[in-house]
Nanobody, 127 residues
Framework: QVQLVESGGGLVQAGGSLRLSCSASGRTFNSYGMGWFRQAPGKGREFVASITWNSGNSYYADSVKGRFTISRDNARNTVFLQMNSLKPEDTAVYYC????????????????????WGQGTQVTVSS
């Protein structure tokens, strides 16, 4: 049974930082790209960041570029999202996901290109 579990969300003041983690179990995803998406209340799910299977390439949404950093630890089957200089508009539920196909490059930015999803972790940024 494949399971992705996000953690690290919470309440933070604007300008603060959080580090999200996503741990995968049930199979290894070392050959698969992984991504982070978010969904704010009343809005659709939007791309945040993605990384290739070997960390050789990463993409970011323009809204987070320069503030967020995606990374992964294949030995731990875990992907991270370091979020700095947080803004109230970053408030959302954050989801991690696994690419449908192995060895993809460039990393994917569309939700339909991802097969497995976590349950999400809430990030709330107060002004």
């Amino acid at each position: 049974q494949v399971q992705l579990v996000e953690s690290g969300g919470g309440l933070v003041q604007a300008g603060g930082s959080l580090r999200l983690s996503c741990s995968a179990s049930g199979r290894t995803f070392n050959s698969y790209g992984m991504g982070w998406f978010r969904q704010a209340p009343g809005k659709g799910r939007e791309f945040v960041a993605s990384i290739t299977w070997n960390s050789g390439n990463s993409y970011y949404a323009d809204s987070v570029k320069g503030r967020f950093t995606i990374s992964r630890d294949n030995a731990r089957n875990t992907v991270f999202l370091q979020m700095n200089s947080l803004k109230p508009e970053d408030t959302a539920v954050y989801y991690c996901a696994v690419d449908r196909h192995p060895y993809g490059n460039p990393p994917k930015t569309l939700a339909l290109e991802y097969e497995y999803w976590g349950q999400g972790t809430q990030v709330t940024v107060s002004s």
